[in-house]
T-cell receptor
Framework: NAGVTQTPKFQVLKTGQSMTLQCAQDMNHNSMYWYRQDPGMGLRLIYYSASEGTTDKGEVPNGYNVSRLNKREFSLRLESAAPSQTSVYFC????????????FGPGTRLTVL | LAKTTQPISMDSYEGQEVNITCSHNNIATNDYITWYQQFPSQGPRFIIQGYKTKVTNEVASLFIPADRKSSTLSLPRVSLSDTAVYYCLVVDAGNMLTFGGGTRLMVKP
């Protein structure tokens, strides 16, 4: 039982490049989330998926797209990376949406040059 | 969005009780208030969750007044391993999940 896994762990991009961050959970959770955490700051919600087949914008969705591929997987795509997107990205899952306990992955550290 | 406010940092000594308060206005009436702990280079980890009054588990207590405009995480007898950043998480009236800015707790020997 791995919980929430994220790939890659580290990534360096040049401005304008694209990439997809992968997230998978094996807890049979309905809801999944993507957050970003800038250095020394709290977490901000980018997108979330209440259940398979649905996605919604969070607090800071601009510059990102998401796909809920199936119940297990939720990916985050940067179409044209910008230096302002340099951050640590965390994926999380919970049984249901809202204040249900969230389980977080180890994070992806992204640097955009 | 709900505005959540936490102290940026706190210092304590081993064996002391630490109380960290999060102020939050405009939160949803039916959702829990949750606290997480985060160590460097790791994702946040659930500590405790409550709706009203007081909740206690094996690691912490959570105090929530009747108006739910704040919540206080209480860590009894902290140790060096409790050095971490602590976040409150609320659901605002628009059903948006909002983390507080985090409180960096330093426990000294």
């Amino acid at each position: 039982n791995a919980g929430v896994t994220q790939t890659p762990k580290f990534q360096v991009l040049k401005t304008g490049q694209s990439m997809t961050l992968q997230c998978a959970q094996d807890m049979n959770h309905n809801s999944m989330y993507w957050y970003r955490q800038d250095p020394g700051m709290g977490l901000r919600l980018i997108y979330y998926s209440a259940s398979e087949g649905t996605t919604d914008k969070g607090e800071v969705p601009n510059g990102y797209n998401v796909s809920r591929l199936n119940k297990r997987e939720f990916s985050l795509r940067l179409e044209s990376a910008a230096p302002s997107q340099t951050s640590v990205y965390f994926c999380a899952s919970s049984a249901t949406l809202g204040s249900d306990t969230q389980y977080f992955g180890p994070g992806t550290r992204l640097t955009v040059l | 969005l709900a505005k959540t406010t936490q102290p940026i940092s706190m210092d304590s000594y081993e064996g002391q009780e630490v109380n960290i308060t999060c102020s939050h206005n405009n939160i949803a009436t039916n959702d829990y208030i949750t606290w997480y702990q985060q160590f460097p280079s790791q994702g946040p980890r659930f500590i405790i969750q409550g709706y009203k009054t007081k909740v206690t588990n094996e690691v912490a207590s959570l105090f929530i007044p009747a108006d739910r405009k704040s919540s206080t995480l209480s860590l009894p007898r902290v140790s060096l391993s409790d050095t971490a950043v602590y976040y409150c998480l609320v659901v605002d009236a628009g059903n948006m999940l909002t983390f507080g800015g985090g409180t960096r707790l330093m426990v000294k020997p």
